[in-house]
């Protein structure tokens, strides 16, 4: 007869409990918060999906450098520039923000490294004779000394810290990115407000010509009546617009000083500082050619659309760390140290103590909170990828716009230059042929107005033109081009 082997209970119970262990673990997870069904299906934009080339074709050009404004050969533009970026608060708050964000990732760094503490406590204390203590310590006073040295250690099985420490490094390039972006705002401003400084002191020149013309108009029509050939309609018709005229240059030097005090305010400094500026000395800039391959290099030449990229990458590693909350975690620690009773013995070796042990959390059952965080991600998600893809398609346009106006504007200042110059001819001869007495004052007043217009025409057309260059050269990013490292093609969220 065949013996039959039988197993001893503890044995059984060793066999049994790694099947049972995985069986538990198995029914376990699966009965975890999951995320399924939970995803997006929004992509970034590629510059190539645009179709720009006849709006912003290839011209050879080259893509404007960090002292693009030292191209309208002004040093006074070159130093407020200069000094805006220095003391502006708009770009102090610009720089607070990249150190809170530099702060943020140094904390999610952290996170990712095991955790050494130290700590010390002291207690006295009076033990209760009428409860579980030993009689040698019942009913008396103790003084209990700690010392102890902790360490604690997150796994990071599915990589939360990780992508966490991630997110956080992207949100400093995006940071960068928009203190950039403030840079370049505020230095276009600078250079807007100063160009229509420019535009007034040239508008209030052509006034006060246009002043000392009626000047020398109300003084030959004086003459003339007093000669008997003009009457008293012509005499207060040359003397109310002579007022007109010095009414104009009045207005003038007030939208001066208003654009002063502007500046100033732009350079963070009082307005004291606006009435210290001289009076601007603007050349025409550079030729307006724009750089080949535009629309796909701008995505690193604007700095507003690497920070929106930065924004999206970020968010990415945001869904990730929302779906690794779905998987356990498991915390390991560990301590070392004194405790005693009493000061005696508290170095001795006797008084040391030490543990060590692991916690595990697995979400199970949670109300849906992961799954409505998880959400939330994506939401954020959708939102930054459509930042992204609008400022990627208001880029372009600003590109095509400023490059428009350039052309329109250069069209229309050859023909107004010729105007002008006609203009200029006809006053001279009806200024001469009044004073001989061969036209009447009316033809003078009416050269004078289409002598005023023209040249008031010229000089508008010629500061809108530079206002333009300053524009192109922001919307192309003024010499900004991302160093940070560099972003793989974003690829869809599942």
Not at 15 to 36: E, F, T
Not at 184 to 213: C, F, G, P
Not at 401 to 429: E, K
């Amino acid at each position: 007869m065949q013996s039959q082997k039988t197993l001893s209970p503890p044995r059984v119970v060793r066999r049994l409990a790694g099947p049972a262990l995985s069986m538990l673990m198995a029914a376990v997870l699966s009965a975890c918060a999951n995320y399924a069904g939970i995803k997006s299906d929004k992509q970034l934009s590629e510059p190539a999906t645009y179709t720009t080339t006849q709006s912003i074709p290839a011209e050879q050009g080259h893509w404007p450098s960090a002292d693009w404004a030292d191209q309208f050969g002004d040093a006074q533009l070159k130093a407020l520039i200069a000094e805006a970026l220095q003391g502006s608060p708009s770009l102090e708050r610009a720089r607070a923000r990249v150190a809170s964000a530099v702060a943020f990732s140094e904390g999610a760094n952290a996170n990712t490294l095991p955790q050494v503490g130290a700590g010390y406590s002291f207690s006295r204390q009076r033990y209760t004779e009428n409860a579980m203590v030993p009689p040698q310590f019942a009913g008396s006073w103790q003084s209990e000394n700690k010392a102890f040295i902790n360490a604690s250690y997150d796994l990071d099985l599915w990589g939360k810290n990780r992508e966490a420490l991630k997110s956080a490094v992207s949100g400093v390039h995006a940071s960068e990115a928009e203190a950039e972006q403030v840079k370049l705002t505020l230095s276009t401003a600078i250079a807007r407000a100063y160009n229509e400084l420019a535009r007034l002191y040239t508008l209030l020149a052509i006034a006060q010509d246009e002043v000392k013309q009626r000047r020398e108009v109300l003084r030959v029509t004086n003459g003339r009546v007093t000669m008997g050939l003009e009457t008293e309609v012509e005499k207060r018709t040359a003397e109310a617009n002579l007022a007109a005229s010095e009414v104009a240059v009045s207005a003038l030097e007030g939208a001066i000083q208003r654009t002063r005090y502007q500046v100033g305010a732009l350079l963070g400094q009082g307005p004291d500082r606006g009435l210290a500026i001289a009076r601007p000395n603007l050349g025409a800039g550079d030729e307006v050619r724009l750089p080949d391959n535009l629309p796909a290099d701008l995505v690193s030449r604007r700095p507003d659309i690497v920070a929106a990229r930065w924004r999206v990458d970020a968010t990415l590693h945001d869904i990730k760390v929302a779906k690794a909350e779905f998987y356990p975690d498991i915390n390991l620690t560990a301590m070392i140290g004194l405790d005693a009773l009493g000061w005696g013995r508290f170095l001795r070796a006797a008084s040391r103590t030490a543990g060590a042990g692991a916690a595990i959390h697995l979400p199970i059952f949670d109300g849906g909170a992961l799954r409505a965080q998880l959400k939330g991600r994506y939401a954020d998600y959708d939102f930054v990828v459509a930042n992204y893809n609008e400022t990627l398609v208001n880029a372009l346009t600003d590109v095509a716009t400023q490059l428009s106006d350039i052309r329109a504007v250069d069209a229309q200042i050859d023909n107004a230059v010729r105007s002008d110059t006609a203009a200029q001819r006809a006053l001279t001869l009806a200024l001469a042929q009044y004073k001989a007495g061969l036209t009447t004052q009316l033809t003078v007043l009416n050269a004078q107005t289409n002598a005023l217009r023209s040249s008031q025409v010229v000089a508008n057309l010629r500061m809108n033109r530079r206002d333009r260059q300053i524009a192109l050269a922001a919307a192309l990013g003024g010499g900004f081009t991302d160093t940070s490292d560099s972003i793989t093609k974003a690829v869809q969220v599942r």
